[in-house]
C-alpha cells in the first residue's frame, strides 16, 4: 500500500514555493540587465569581467552547499531554510546599493554563501514529510518555484528600462526579508518519529556522512548526473538573454524575458508531468525514477543542438521549450533518486555535495564562455558541447542501482517479499 502525504506535508510545498522563487530570482536577475549594469558600473570592462561576476556567486555557493547540507542534516532543517532567506534577502538589498564591481563581487559572494543553505536543506525537508509515493511530484512542485524565479528574473530589464536596476535588488531583497518573518510563524521541521521521509533522533557526523554516501559508486554516478547536464543549464541561465539579443537583435527587455519565459513555463509543465510519471512508473519498478529523469535528458540533447543554430526566434521558442519540458523531467527526479541510496540524515549533505560538484563546473562553463565571446567564437559551438556532455549523462544515470530505503511503494514492497 501506497503511503499518502498529510495536508500540512503539501502546506509545506506551499510554504517553500515563494522561497524557491525568490532564491532563484534574486540570483538570476543580474544575467537579465547585464547592459544596465554596465553602463552603470564602468569598471566591469568585458563580457569576461562580468562572466566572473556570475560565477563567483556560483563558485561560493557550491563550495559551501555540502556545508548546507550538513547544518541541515545535523541540526535543524526549519531554521536553516529561514536563516538562508533572510540573510540572502538582506545581501539583496544591499547589491541594489553597490557602486563599484569590487562591491558587486563582494555581494554575490556573500549572496553565494546565505543561499547555499537553502536549496539541500528544503529538499531534503520535502522529503522527509513525503513519502515514496508523492515524493517526486512535491518535489517538482517546490521546483516550479525555482523556475517562477528564473522566469520572472526576466522582468528586470524592463525595471531597469522603466527605473533603475537597483530597484531590482531592493524591491525583492525587502520581500525576502518579509516572507523569512512568515515562515518563522508557519514552518515546521518533520516529527522525529522515524520511518519513511522521517530523520528520527539521529546523531550525524561527518565520518558516518562519508561513509554512508561516498563509498558507494551510485552516488558518485549520481554526482556525474546532476553535473554533467548543469554544463548546459548554466549556459542557459547565464548566456541566453545575451544570445538572443544578439543573435535576434532584441533588445534587453524582450530578451531577458524570452530567455527566461519560455524555458521556464515548459520547465512548469515538466516537472508535473516528469514528477507525476516517475512516481506513477515507482509502482512498477524501483528504477521508474530513473528512467523518467533520463528521458527527460535525452530530450534536452536535441534542443541544445537546435537553440545554438536556430534560423529565427520561433524555431529557438520551439528549441527552449523542448530544453524546459527535458530540464522538468531531469530536475523533479534529482532529490527522489538520491532518496532511493542514502538514509534520510545523509540527504541534505548528499544533495549539498551534488551541488557544489554541479555548481563549480557551471561557473567554470560561465567563465569559458565568456572568454569565448571576447575571443569572437560563435554560440552554436558552446551548445553543440552542452548537448553532448548531456547526451552522455543520459546514459551514466541507468547504471544508478536503488537500494531499499524503506519507500513505500508497490515495487519496494515486492523487493521486501
Known amino acids: 500500500m501506497t503511503s499518502k502525504a498529510t495536508g500540512y506535508a503539501w502546506a509545506v510545498v506551499a510554504l517553500l514555493w515563494p522561497v524557491a522563487m525568490l532564491n532563484y530570482l534574486d540570483r538570476q536577475m543580474v544575467s537579465t540587465i547585464r547592459a544596465s549594469i554596465r553602463a552603470d558600473i564602468p569598471s566591469i570592462g568585458s563580457d569576461q569581467d562580468f562572466g566572473v561576476l556570475m560565477a563567483i556567486f556560483m563558485w561560493i555557493y557550491a563550495l559551501l552547499s555540502p556545508i548546507g547540507g550538513f547544518v541541515a542534516d545535523r541540526f535543524n532543517r526549519r531554521w536553516t531554510v529561514i536563516g538562508s532567506l533572510f540573510v540572502w534577502s538582506a545581501v539583496t538589498w544591499l547589491t ?62 524592463y525595471i531597469a528600462q522603466m527605473s533603475t536596476w537597483r530597484n531590482c535588488f531592493t524591491w525583492f531583497g525587502a520581500a525576502g526579508v518579509a516572507y523569512a518573518v512568515v515562515l518563522m510563524l508557519a514552518l515546521r521541521d518533520a516529527p522525529s518519529a522515524g520511518g519513511d521521509g522521517q530523520r528520527g533522533k539521529v546523531h550525524v557526523t561527518i565520518g558516518d556522512t562519508v561513509r554512508s554516501l561516498w563509498t558507494q559508486p551510485a552516488f558518485w554516478i549520481l554526482v556525474m548526473y546532476f553535473t554533467l547536464p548543469a554544463i548546459g543549464g548554466w549556459v542557459t541561465k547565464n548566456w541566453l538573454p545575451t544570445f538572443l539579443a544578439d543573435t535576434f537583435k532584441l ?12 524555458i521556464q513555463i515548459a520547465s512548469f509543465a515538466g516537472v508535473l508531468l516528469g514528477g507525476t510519471l516517475a512516481d506513477y512508473w515507482m509502482r512498477v519498478t524501483d528504477r521508474g525514477r530513473i528512467y523518467a529523469s533520463a528521458i527527460g535528458m535525452a530530450l534536452c540533447v536535441p534542443a541544445l543542438i537546435g537553440l545554438g543554430y536556430a534560423w529565427s526566434i520561433g524555431a529557438a521558442i520551439v528549441f527552449m521549450v523542448l530544453f524546459g519540458l527535458g530540464w522538468g523531467f531531469f530536475d523533479c527526479n534529482n532529490m527522489p533518486i538520491l532518496c ?4 534520510p540524515e545523509h540527504r541534505a549533505t548528499g544533495y549539498g555535495f551534488m551541488n557544489m560538484v554541479s555548481i563549480s563546473v557551471g561557473a567554470g562553463a560561465t567563465v569559458v564562455l565568456g572568454w569565448m565571446r571576447d575571443e569572437g567564437i560563435s554560440f552554436s559551438v558552446a551548445f553543440a558541447l552542452c548537448a553532448v556532455v548531456s547526451a552522455l549523462s543520459a546514459i551514466a544515470v541507468l547504471f544508478i542501482r536503488p537500494k531499499d530505503m524503506g519507500e513505500s511503494t508497490p515495487a519496494s514492497a515486492n523487493r521486501r517479499v
Open 340 to 343: 532511493q541510496i542514502a538514509r
Open 251 to 262: 533588445k534587453e527587455g524582450p530578451a531577458g524575458l524570452s530567455a527566461t519565459g519560455y
Open 96 to 157: 541594489g546599493h553597490a557602486n563599484t564591481y569590487g562591491e558587486m563581487k563582494f555581494y554575490r559572494a556573500l549572496m553565494g554563501i546565505s543561499e547555499a543553505f537553502y536549496i539541500p536543506a528544503a529538499l531534503a525537508l520535502i522529503a522527509d514529510f513525503h513519502p515514496g509515493g508523492t515524493r517526486a511530484r512535491a518535489v517538482g512542485i517546490h521546483q516550479t518555484g525555482i523556475y517562477a524565479g528564473l522566469a520572472l528574473g526576466g522582468i528586470g530589464g
